[in-house]
């Protein structure tokens, strides 16, 4: 029998919940075989199974929040297991070694395969095996294998040599009742022990909190992303509370007859969202500037697109010809796209544009990000705008998707809303609203005439995007808009 703990899925995070269980007891399942969705403070995420056999126990039910290291599924052979008390007992003398893999050797890596994904087992690998004290890990050799291999796969620093934690391997027999036990008992200390993860900080935040005799690990980050700030230090060394806003624990339930309130937990995608946002809108001083534009040749320009054979498979919007506009407008006021270093006291000028889109889930506003759009043809852009929002719908954007993001384009036109004033995702200095495009009377050569009228608002960080920054660089994306031929002058 061997069984899967929640790994770390490469984010740093403590904890998960157990979202919904893609098997049963009694499935046989195969290695990479996916076998539940987990929601971390970012997003969704399947995990494959690193062991092949038959599902015996689900060790965590839907909906609980449990710990990194907590084990979640026990998959064996059940045949075995019922076996094995008839089987004859081990003398008690030396008990014989355990084995496990030595990563150390190249024949047992297999040149780096310990970072390739799960499942990658070679039969002519031949591992060198060499005594430990204690006992396994799983209970085979192939178990072994696989979990190394996870372990490779999800670890922010690739494949690791640390020892895995032991899984009890007492054989159970079938027609025994298991004991239930809490999950904290399956935990290693280093999941529960405060401060046993590494704090996230940049080098200067660490620097400052060496300097100040702070310990980074006893701090409760409110950075994005769950890093420690300047702030939380500096608040830490004179005496004030660092701590993340945080609702007291409850269970949702159906609206029952009379019932005036209900009650849900402030969790996952949801809550990193309203700490992300909170402390953008509380430290970077937000400007926004509207503008109403004639986009009249824009949607034009969009039914042409729409009739040409390279766009017959992908999905053309005006959102394609906007995110183009904004790209091209970067190129006269590049403070657009930057940030503010307040850690290093620097702007940091992004020669690439990773291009956000808003997009609003069952479990919370998520802003996935098109890698590097600046240098796709508005082809490659189209597709990958229509890969980006279909993944986000089903909930399946995953955390690398959504980092590194450099400026943001919120679509509220989709709902019918003219406009807003956004709040800049961290990281970033500014965003973009696009609102609804409506038939409106326009002044057009002194008449009033029937014209497709948007409304634009631009959010930018203050500090270093001053107001002829912010407006150029609205009006170069409007005048795209209302003539998508000036493109060409840019």
């Known amino acids: 029998m061997s069984e899967f703990k929640l790994p770390d899925v490469g984010e740093g995070l403590t904890e998960a919940e157990i979202v919904a269980w893609k098997v049963k007891v009694g499935d046989v399942v195969a290695i990479n075989d996916i076998i539940v969705e987990i929601e971390t403070a970012k997003s969704l995420v399947e995990l494959p199974s690193p062991f092949a056999g038959t599902v015996l ?3 965590v039910p839907e909906g609980e929040m ?3 290291g907590t084990p979640i599924i026990s998959i064996g052979d059940p045949n075995a297991a019922a076996a094995a008390p008839a089987a004859p007992a081990p003398a008690a003398s030396t008990p014989a070694p355990e084995m496990e893999i030595d990563l150390s050797n190249p024949a047992a890596s297999g040149g780096g395969e310990g970072e390739s994904l799960v499942g990658r087992n070679k039969a002519d690998r031949g591992p060198i095996r060499r005594a430990r004290k204690g006992s396994a890990s799983p209970a085979t050799e ?3 294998n696989t979990q190394l291999q996870l372990q490779g796969a ?6 690791q040599s640390d020892e895995v934690i032991a899984a009890d391997e007492t054989p159970v027999p079938a027609t025994s009742a298991r004991t239930p036990q809490p999950a904290s008992e399956f935990v290693p200390a280093a999941a529960t022990t405060p401060g046993a993860a590494r704090a996230l900080a940049k080098p200067p935040v660490r620097k400052l909190a060496k300097d100040l005799g702070v310990d980074l690990a006893s701090l409760v980050a409110s950075g994005p992303g769950g890093t420690v700030t300047r702030g939380d230090v500096e608040a830490a060394a004179s005496g004030a509370t660092s701590y993340a806003s945080a609702a007291p624990a409850a269970t949702s339930h159906d609206v029952r007859p009379g019932q005036r309130e209900t009650r849900e937990p402030i969790k996952g995608v949801r809550k990193m969202m309203a700490q992300a946002m909170s402390q953008s809108a509380f430290t970077s001083p937000h400007v926004t500037e509207w503008i109403t534009v ?3 040749a824009t949607m034009e320009f969009v039914d042409r697109l729409k009739k040409r054979r390279e766009f017959k498979d992908v999905k053309v919007s005006p959102l394609l010809v906007l995110s183009r ?3 091209l407008a970067m190129r006269r006021t590049p403070e657009i796209n930057s940030f503010w270093d307040e850690a290093a006291q620097e702007v940091v000028l992004k020669h690439y544009v990773n291009l956000g889109i808003a997009a609003a889930t069952p ?4 802003v996935p990000n098109v890698k590097d759009a600046d240098s796709q043809s508005l082809l490659e852009l189209a597709g990958s705008l229509n890969q980006l929002t279909a993944t986000a719908r089903e909930g399946k954007t995953q955390p690398a998707e959504m980092s590194g993001g450099t400026f943001t384009i919120t679509n509220v036109g989709v709902f019918g809303v003219d406009a807003g004033t956004p709040i800049i995702n961290p990281g970033e200095s500014a965003i973009l609203c696009f609102g609804a495009v409506r038939k409106q009377p326009w002044v057009v050569d002194d008449e009033i005439v029937a014209r497709q009228i ?5 959010s930018f960080d203050h500090r270093h995007i001053d107001g002829e920054k912010g407006s150029r660089f609205l009006a170069d994306v409007a005048g795209i808009l209302e003539d998508p031929a000036s493109a060409l002058l840019f």
């Open 57 to 59: 126990e689900l060790m």
């Open 66 to 68: 449990v710990p990194v």
């Open 142 to 144: 192939a178990g072994a």
């Open 154 to 159: 999800f670890a922010p620093g690739g494949a």
């Open 294 to 296: 004639d986009v009249t």
């Open 325 to 327: 506009a904004v790209i």
């Open 363 to 366: 479990r919370g506003l998520v």
């Open 454 to 458: 948007t409304t634009l608002a631009l």
